[in-house]
Structure formats: structure tokens, C-alpha cells
């Protein structure tokens, strides 16, 4: 089996998996108990706050635990709109591209009275400095721009935006959850006020994650109950799911140099390989992008018939967002770069990680040609274009 979607889920590191087997023997308390089980599970919960707010740069006040990477994008989204609702400032700008957990907040916010800005990216899947300039207003409450795209790689200068925001005064959020644990993920250096983060990106178990908040920054707790993480979340603390996450986020930014070196030399023969297919394309920019992320369009094909007999062979792909899997519609990223819908539905998204080596690549680039080829024979619509009664929409 070769594992090539990394972007929806990485499999759980070893580092993680000891860390939650040891909390849930012998620090199974509740920590917001005085005994000592569940002093114990304090001790663990306030020690995984200090390593990640050293590796993130902050105050371990500056951030609290949450469920993963929508549960911390709703909470900084409707933080922020709740806070611009007091003061009379109802706009948003956000772009075309963001995950559906930022969009569907959104939308949300859209039909309660707010004004929603969908900035649309270039044909490289980048989201200009100057567009988002050009879109803030006199009421914008909130600006949000992911730091990469989940469907294509594509790096956005976070950094600049966030200079950007900080002088007008904006809040400004992105969801993080594509590049902490693989780049440097620092809000200092972003210049954000929140930022999302979730475990199962970086091999950390699923239903954990954190949310960035900077001092000062307005934040209304989504879930109401105890008074957990400082009242701004309440729920019982899950203990052995943050000290997977804890461990496996250290881990992986131990490793982060080195294997993003290792993963875009990888990336660039995956793509090569995958570009020499006739009639394909290359989604996003070819070097703005995670060192893991490869997105490949192919003329008369679709998306879900190339995942299936691709898993038939044992490689395990993606053709967009996991959570978006079934749907029919093309990929609103694509589209949004201005994509045709024909070729949106084709895409392939193929996403490395620490398992992946030159032969995984090589076999995986054999098998797409081979079931590309078997799906363009079944094609009649590519039939038509070999015969010259329709034109390609890709020259290659």
C-alpha cells in the first residue's frame, strides 16, 4: 500500500500514540479535580501548554485546546464577528479558496446581517496582498486567509497580509492547519490574531487541536458550560489527545527542515512524472506550495473513477478536501482559479509524507498513467476530441 494523502489525515506517529497510552494509564483524571488523579492530568495538561507555546513563539495563555482545526476556526470566526457586531462593523473579507470551515461560518454570518468578501485567487492559486488591501473597508471587523490551500498547496503571503491588517487595525485570522508541524508556523512572524491548528495533519490523533489567540484579541467561547481553558472553552479536557498532539507536533517540527528538503525533491519527480501524461496540467503554483503537495489535472477524466482504481492498485489518493469526498461538484478551489469544471472534476491530489520514498513515487507514476489511459479509452468525449470533433482545453 502506498499512502498519498497526507493532507487529509497523516497516521498517527509512534511518539503520539506512547504519549496517549501513558495519560490514559496513569493520568486519567479529570484536571479540573484537586485530587491527586486529577492533579496528575493537570500536570500533563499545563506541561503540553508550555512546549507548544514554545514552539509556537508565545505566552501559554495564548492559546487553548479544542476539538481540531473547525472548532477553531469557528470560534476565531465568530469571535471576531461578535465583536465587530458591538461596534458596528459587519464586513468580512475571506477568500474563494478557504476550507469549508472557514466558509460555511461564513455564509452563516452572511444570511445574520454581515457583508462577506470572497477575494478569487490568480490562475496560480495566490491571494494578492493588494486584492486584500484593495477589499478592506471602513467597517471591516475580520480578514481571513488560510496560510496554504488544503486542495492545492499554495502558499499565500500570510506574512504580508498580516502587516497589512496590523497597521489598519483588522483582525486578522488564518487557518493554519495545512502547514504547522511541516513550515514554520509563527504568529509572531504571521502577524495574525488567531490561528487554527489541528493534531491530524502531523500525525497527532484526530479530534484534537488549538487555537492561537493573541493577547487582547476578542474572543466569545463557542461552547458554553465549565470553566475550562480559562472559561474560554468549556468541555473536560482530553488529556491523552493533547499529549499525543503535543508530542507529535514536537516531533515533526524537529524533523521540518530536513524533510521538507527530502519531500520537494520528491514532490518535483512526482510531478514531472505525473506532467508527462499528455494533456495534464499542474494546479497552483509550481513552487509557492507545500513541499508535499501535488495537483494534477488530466483532460477526460474524473475525479472519483481515478481514486477508486487508483485504491484498487494500493495507492491511497485524493481528488480534493476529505471532507468534500462524494460530492459531484468540481473543486470551488479550481473553479475559483478559473478552471473549467470539465478539468475541475479531474483532478488528482496526491500529498507526501515520512513513509514516502523514490519508489513510491515511481510506482505511483506508472499506475496513473495506466488507469489515466483506461479511463480516456472509456471516454467518449475524449474519443471525440482524438477525432478532431471537439477541441482539448489543455495543450500539452
Not at 479544542?66 to 461596534?87: K, M, N, Q
Not at 472557514?102 to 444570511?111: D, F, I, M, Q, T
Not at 493588494?130 to 506574512?159: F, H, K, W, Y
Not at 473513477?305 to 462524494?326: F, H, T, Y
Request: hydrophobic share 40%; charged share 25%; proline share 5%.
Amino acid at each position: 500500500m502506498i499512502y498519498l494523502d497526507y493532507a487529509a489525515t497523516a497516521p498517527m506517529r509512534e511518539c503520539a500514540l506512547d504519549a496517549m497510552n501513558d495519560v490514559m494509564r496513569h493520568a486519567w483524571g479529570n484536571p479540573s479535580s484537586i485530587h491527586e488523579e486529577g492533579a496528575r492530568a493537570k500536570a500533563v495538561l499545563e506541561d503540553a501548554r508550555e512546549r507548544i507555546a514554545a514552539i509556537l513563539g508565545c505566552r501559554p495563555s495564548e492559546f487553548l485546546f479544542t476539538s481540531g482545526g473547525t472548532e477553531s476556526d469557528s470560534t476565531a470566526l465568530l469571535s471576531a464577528a461578535e465583536a465587530g457586531r458591538r461596534a458596528g462593523h459587519r464586513h468580512i473579507v475571506t477568500s474563494a479558496i478557504e476550507h469549508h470551515a472557514v466558509l460555511r461560518p461564513l455564509e452563516k454570518l452572511a444570511k445574520n446581517g454581515f457583508d462577506v468578501t470572497e477575494l478569487r485567487p490568480d490562475g496560480d492559486g495566490m491571494i494578492s496582498t493588494e486584492a486584500v488591501r484593495d477589499a478592506i473597508r471602513q467597517d471591516t471587523c475580520l480578514v481571513s486567509v488560510m496560510t496554504a490551500n488544503n486542495e492545492t498547496g499554495v502558499l499565500q503571503p500570510v506574512g504580508e497580509i498580516g502587516e497589512l491588517c496590523r497597521a489598519r487595525g483588522i483582525p486578522f485570522h488564518t487557518d493554519a492547519v495545512q502547514t504547522a508541524g511541516h513550515l514554520p508556523t509563527l504568529p509572531a512572524e504571521i502577524g495574525c490574531d488567531t490561528l487554527a491548528v489541528s493534531a491530524h495533519k502531523f500525525g497527532g490523533p484526530r479530534g484534537a487541536g488549538f487555537l492561537y489567540v493573541r493577547r487582547g484579541a476578542p474572543l466569545t467561547p463557542l461552547l458554553l458550560g465549565g470553566n475550562q481553558e480559562r472559561g474560554r472553552r468549556a468541555g473536560t479536557e482530553n488529556v491523552a489527545a493533547i499529549a499525543g498532539m503535543t508530542a507529535a507536533l514536537e516531533e515533526s517540527v524537529h524533523a521540518m527542515q530536513g524533510e521538507a528538503e527530502r519531500l520537494t525533491v520528491l514532490r518535483d519527480r512526482l510531478a514531472a512524472g505525473l506532467l508527462a501524461i499528455p494533456r495534464s496540467v499542474l494546479n497552483g503554483h509550481p513552487a509557492k506550495r507545500l513541499p508535499n503537495n501535488v495537483n494534477v489535472s488530466f483532460e477526460g477524466v474524473e475525479g472519483e473513477p481515478l481514486i477508486l482504481l487508483l485504491d484498487e492498485r494500493g495507492i491511497r489518493a485524493s481528488s480534493g478536501a476529505a471532507c468534500s469526498a462524494g460530492a459531484l461538484e468540481p473543486s470551488h478551489v479550481l473553479t475559483a482559479m478559473g478552471q473549467p469544471p470539465e478539468l475541475a472534476v479531474g483532478s488528482l491530489r496526491l500529498t507526501l509524507g515520512p513513509d514516502t520514498d523514490e519508489a513510491a513515487v515511481d510506482l505511483t507514476v506508472e499506475a496513473v498513467r495506466d488507469v489515466v489511459r483506461r479511463l480516456r479509452s472509456q471516454s467518449p468525449d475524449w474519443q471525440a476530441k482524438c477525432e478532431g470533433k471537439k477541441a482539448f482545453l489543455i495543450e500539452n
